[in-house]
């Protein structure tokens, strides 16, 4: 289930990020849809990295050890 709400948030990432891409092709930089969109995505990587880390810290996830 946590890996899936990983994967889910980072297609979250992406979305933004090509939403933000579109944004500034469509509207040339004249509107703030382009800062919203990269608001978002920074508000979702941060979310991103406080899951992973937090559910490495309690043992939801494991780390890949070294061959």
């Known amino acids: 289930?946590?890996?899936i709400f990983?994967?889910?948030l980072m297609l979250a990432?992406?979305?933004s990020l090509f939403s933000?891409?579109?944004f500034l092709?469509?509207?040339g930089g004249k509107t703030n849809?382009?800062?919203n969109s990269l608001a978002v995505r920074v508000a979702l990587s941060v979310l991103l990295l406080a899951?992973?880390?937090i559910s490495v810290w309690q043992g939801g996830?494991?780390?890949n050890p070294t061959p």
Request: proline share 0%; charged share 15%.
């Open 20 to 22: 933000g891409l579109f």
């Open 13 to 15: 990432v992406l979305v």
């Open 1 to 3: 289930m946590l890996k």
């Open 25 to 27: 092709i469509r509207d």
């Open 61 to 63: 996830l494991t780390l």
């Open 33 to 35: 849809r382009v800062l």
């Open 6 to 8: 990983i994967v889910v």
């Open 51 to 53: 899951v992973i880390l």
